[in-house]
C-alpha cells in the first residue's frame, strides 16, 4: 500500500523535478491524454490539500463534542480542555494537545500514527448540537505532514453525523515543502468515513496554484485504507499552466491508482506510482 510516506517520497521527487532551473510549464498536447509534469503537480496537490482538510475535520470535530473528545482520550492523551455550561447561546475556548516534541498519542482517526501539536476552538453555540466555531490548528501533526492553519466553521451533530462548512485556510508542510488549501468546503465526519461534499477554492504547491473544485464528494477513510486519498468522488483542477483536468477516484486509488480526463478527453488509468 502506498502509505503518506511513500506518497510524500512520490511528490518529494516531482517536486524537485518541477523546481529546476525550467520549472514545470512545458508546452501542452490538447490532442494528447497524458499528463504534463504541471498537471502531474496539481493533482498531487489536490490530494495535499485533501490531507488537509481531512485532518483538520477529523480534528476539528472533536472540539464541537468535549464528550466525544473525551471517550476517546485515554491516559490524558489528547488532554481536553475546556467545555459548555448548560444550555444554549454559550461561548466556549476548548483545546485538544496532543503534546510535542515528538510526544502524543494515536487518535482513534489515525490509527497506528502518532500525532503530536495542538488545534483550539472558539465555539459560539446555538443550541446543545450546533453553532459556530473558530478553529486554529498549530503544528498539528500525525505522521510525518505537520499542519497550521484556521477554519470559521458553522457545525450540527445529527444521529452522529457531524457536518462542518464554512471557510478554510490550511498549510500543510510535507517534506520541507509547503501546500497550501485555501476555500470552501463543507464536510460531514462519522467514523470512519470523513467526507469532502463540496470544496471551491484553491490548491497550492511550492511551484504554482491551481483552482480546485469537488464535483462528485469525496470519501476517505484513514482507518479503512491507511491514507487520507479518496477512494469515491471526483475532483476538478484548472489553471493557465493546465488543462482541466478531472481526477476520478475509486477504491484502488487509497493505493495510488486513479482516472484522470485532461482537456475533455476520456478518462484513462494513472498509477502515481509509476511517476
Known sequence: MTGIKGLNLLIGSSLTLCLGIF???????????????TE???????LKSVESINTAANTGQNLTDTSTAKAISTNSCPAISGGFGVGAGLTAQIGIDFGTNGAGCDPLWYPGTTCSGSASAE???SGLTNGGANFSFNKLTCGEDELNGSANLAYGLENLLITLEGDWDLDLTSNGAAWGTDGTSKCTYQYPVTTV???????????????????????????????????SGILTLSGTDIRTVSVKFN????EGVFEVSVGGLPYKTYDINDW
Open 23 to 37: 520549472g514545470c510549464n512545458t508546452a501542452i498536447n490538447n490532442n494528447s491524454d497524458n499528463l504534463t509534469p
Open 197 to 231: 461534499v463540496t470544496y471551491d477554492g484553491t490548491t497550492s504547491s511550492p511551484d504554482g496554484s491551481w483552482n480546485l473544485k469537488v464535483d462528485e464528494q469525496l470519501l476517505v477513510s484513514i482507518p479503512d485504507y491507511g491514507v487520507a486519498i479518496p477512494y
Open 123 to 125: 465555539i459560539n453555540a
Open 40 to 46: 502531474q503537480m496539481a493533482i498531487e496537490s489536490a
Open 251 to 254: 477504491t484502488s486509488s487509497p
